[in-house]
């Protein structure tokens, strides 16, 4: 009897949890839909963007299975270059080795640019005396020799404050910080280690809001969601924003950002008509994610490229 | 002059205690207040039944809470028996020699080894050696072997509960081995088995980091219909509404919180409920 009852209420468990898993279908059959699947990985700066995009191709053709991960760009071209996805996002070109890898394994890809990412230099709203950096005094506050000695704001700039500054920055798996210490250091990955780290751009944000000498960098969109706590600096005397990351005068610290495609997945069902789709509204969609559309002259660069490798 | 100390030490003991509790509820209701004031306006059936999107308001946990389902569902179906039978074997059969004391031992510890090293045996096993690839099977395999050593030591727990006299008279009315295990050792203990198991399957579903490694995905725009389709979990949708610029997505990551705690709460609650209609019922 009590050993009846204990299966019963395993299997009603089990039971109800598929039963209320199978009833929600949604059918509807039209003649000319696509059919297939879109496998998606790599970078969470790219993820909202092909996120947005496959909600909107979803729209038009929902019974196209279009997946995405965020395992970071890194994680993303591990299985891009074995042929386990099918686009990778990537806030980076491919890295060399990574190449040679997808080489081995016989992967032939196309690189195409879709936006861009402005990072922002951010100090907190109580600081009254830095209002323009430039890429050599961010230099000098960032590079490894900086580490343990560079502490106060006048040991950068004498017309600084003479208190203690405080950093804030992504940690060293962030796509973010290559960028940063690619472009301001002078070599990816080389940074002093003594700053506040964090890989949730939200967290600095807080960092830098609640410290009066704090300075942080991150991308444009968490400073323009948080206007309110956080004062922007300008680089080199401009300030970043769509229009000047777009004509390519705050410089350097905007990136592009690229999907790639394995080649061999153009065949796929699905695929081609979700990479043509991505290209064709790219634009439109990257301002409502808190990116910067590229140049239409870019964007025909792109499709370009997209029809010369699908030819 | 000795006693007045005493008494003096037993209140201050007291008061301790008191304070300690207090401090443990009182960040349990910070915690759960923030999250309620913050999360339960966007509760509603939207919510509920909606694919990921990039306006918060329109954004839902529908893939993401399928896969949680999905993921518990199978995850019981391999764990319990598994782990029920291991320890049935463990404590009535198994011989108490060396070898027994090893897995034991073994056992144990393997209860304490972070998640995350679950998760990379479930990608080395499951997803590549086996090529199931990032699938719901992989990481219900990988939840299923994370939470076996916690059902085997609290099931062993439970049956050690049992008092020898019963077994022994069992035995005395000539029952076999098996009979006495499935006559008395096993109803007695269900109580006690039943809460260790739903407490290991509500860990399993709070995971986060072994379903990262397996390959849980953000955007699954499809409520899955097999155990090899993609997936996501709650704790994946929650961690990328946490980490947007937007604002608006921490309301609904606040919101997906509360979904996932109301989960486990009936899962407690129904431990709870288990327990004492088992113990109310077992009478020699």
């Known amino acids: 009897m009590k050993k009846t009852k204990i299966i019963g209420w395993i299997a009603a468990v089990i039971i109800g949890f598929t039963a209320c898993k199978n009833s ?27 996120e947005a995009i496959a909600e909107e191709y979803r729209k038009e053709q929902p019974d196209v299975k279009v997946t995405a991960g ?56 109580a600081n009254k005396f830095l209002d323009n950096i430039t890429t050599e005094e961010l230099k000098k506050l960032w590079e490894p020799e900086a580490q343990g000695k560079v502490k106060k704001w006048n040991q950068v700039n004498a017309a600084w404050s003479a208190e ?3 950093l804030f920055g992504p940690g060293t798996a962030s796509g973010t910080f290559d960028y940063f210490t ?13 700053y506040t780290a964090s890989e949730d751009d939200n967290v600095l944000v807080q960092g830098v809001a609640g410290d009066k000498n704090a300075l942080g960098y991150f991308g444009l969109a968490y400073f323009e969601n948080n206007k309110d706590k956080l004062k922007n600096v300008k680089v080199n005397g ?16 905007s990136r592009p950002l690229f999907i790639y495609v394995n080649k061999a997945s153009f065949a796929k069902p699905g695929v081609k008509a979700f990479v043509k789709y991505y290209i064709d509204n790219v634009k439109s969609i990257v ?6 559309p590229l140049h239409d002259d870019e964007y025909a660069k792109t499709q370009k490229v997209f029809e010369d490798a699908t030819k | 002059m000795a006693n007045k100390r005493n008494r003096r030490i037993d209140k201050a003991f007291r008061i301790t205690g008191l304070l300690a509790t207090c401090f443990g509820v009182f960040v349990l209701i910070i915690l759960l207040g923030s999250i309620l004031i913050k999360g339960v306006t966007r509760l509603n059936f939207q919510f509920l039944s909606s694919l990921p999107s990039r306006f918060a308001a329109k954004a839902g946990i529908l893939s993401a809470l399928s896969g949680t389902l999905w993921i518990f569902g199978l995850t019981a179906l391999f764990a319990i028996p598994v782990g029920i039978g291991a320890a049935v074997y463990l404590e009535e059969y198994g011989k108490k020699n ?14 304490g080894v972070p998640s995350i090293i679950y998760g990379l045996l479930g990608l080395g096993i499951f997803v590549h050696a086996l090529k199931f690839g990032p699938v719901i099977l992989a990481g219900a395999l990988t939840l299923a072997l994370l939470i076996l050593p916690i059902i085997i030591v609290s099931t062993r727990e439970a049956l050690k509960a049992v008092p020898k006299t019963i077994r022994e008279a069992a035995y005395g009315l000539g029952a076999t081995k098996w009979q006495v295990i499935r006559t008395q050792v096993l109803p007695a203990s269900a109580g006690g088995i039943l809460t260790g198991m739903i407490l290991a399957l509500a860990r399993a579903i709070g995971e986060t980091a072994p379903l990262i490694v397996v390959g849980a995905l953000a955007y699954v725009p499809f409520v899955p219909k097999s155990p090899f389709d993609n997936f996501s979990v709650l704790p994946m949708q929650i961690f990328n509404w946490v980490s947007r610029p937007q604002k608006e997505f921490t309301v609904n990551a606040a919101a997906a919180i509360i979904v996932l705690l109301v989960i486990t709460f009936i899962l407690n609650g129904f431990a709870v409920f288990l327990r004492n209609k088992w113990q109310q019922k077992v009478k020699w």
């Open chain 2, 98 to 111: 060396k070898l027994g004391g090893f897995i034991e031992i073994n056992i144990s510890n393997l209860a």
């Open chain 1, 164 to 166: 203690e500054v405080h």
């Open chain 1, 238 to 253: 401009i300030a970043p924003s769509k229009e000047t990351v777009m004509n390519g005068t705050y410089k350097p610290l």
């Open chain 1, 287 to 292: 301002g409502d994610v808190g990116y910067i």
């Open chain 1, 70 to 125: 965020e395992s970071g760009t890194g994680g993303g071209m591990k299985k891009f270059t074995v042929g386990e996805i099918d686009i990778c996002d990537a806030s980076r070109t491919i890295k060399p080795a990574e190449d040679s890898l997808a080489k081995a394994n016989k992967i032939d890809y196309v690189e195409l640019k879709i936006a861009f990412d402005g990072l922002c230099i951010v100090v907190n709203p």
């Open chain 1, 24 to 50: 929600s279908t949604t059918d509807t059959g039209s003649a000319e839909k696509e059919k297939g699947e879109v496998k998606i990985d790599g970078s969470s700066t790219v993820y909202p963007i092909t």
């Open chain 1, 182 to 194: 690619e472009e301001i250091v002078g070599a990816k990955g080389k940074s002093r280690g003594d």
